[in-house]
C-alpha cells in the first residue's frame, strides 16, 4: 500500500456550522478523517447536523470554522470526485429519467458515448430499465430516489455521499441496492 493509499479522503479538523448569526449549532468543533474505501454512517436525531455536514463536504453549504478538506484540498465549492444522492431526490422536472440521471455527466462534458453506456448500466442496475423516457412525476418515490442514486454513480466519484438513500425505498429494493 502506498503512502497516499493510507491518507484521509475527507478531513474534517474542528469544523463547526452555525445558522442565524450563530444562534442555532448544526455541529460544533467536529473532527473527523474517513479513509478510502472506508464506509462511514453518521446517525443521529433529525435536526442534528447530517445533512448539513453532507452538504458541507459536498461543497453546497460553507463551514464557518475549522478545516475540511476532500482529496488533501480546502472545499471551496464542489470538490472533483465527489457526488451526493439527496434524501429529497433533487429531480429536474421537466427532464426524463435518462436526462435527469445523466445531468451531472453532461454537466462535465463527458462524451455521448460514456454517459450512455453509464446510465443504462446503472438504471438497469436499479431495475429501471423501460423507465428511461418517464418523467419525474410519472415515477413513485422510490423510483425517483433511484434515478438519484443513478445521477450519482454515473459520475463514477471516488468519494459518494448519500443522504438517507434508502428512506423512500421499499424495503425489498433497499435490501438489494
Known sequence: MSVNENKPVIVADNVSKLFLDGTVVAFRQLSLDVRRDEILCIVGPSGCGKTTLLRCIAGLTE???????????????????????????????????????????????????VIKERVTHYLEVVGLTGFEN????????????RVGLVRALAMNPSVLLMDEPFAALDAQTREIL
Open 134 to 145: 418517464h418523467y419525474p412525476y410519472q415515477l413513485s418515490g422510490g423510483m425517483q430516489q
Open 63 to 113: 463551514i464557518n470554522t475549522g478545516q475540511l478538506l476532500v482529496q488533501g484540498k480546502p472545499v471551496a465549492g464542489p470538490p472533483d470526485g465527489v457526488a451526493m444522492v439527496f434524501q429529497h431526490f433533487g429531480l429536474l422536472p421537466w427532464k426524463t429519467v435518462t436526462d435527469n440521471a445523466a445531468f451531472g455527466l453532461a454537466m462535465t462534458g463527458a462524451p455521448a458515448a
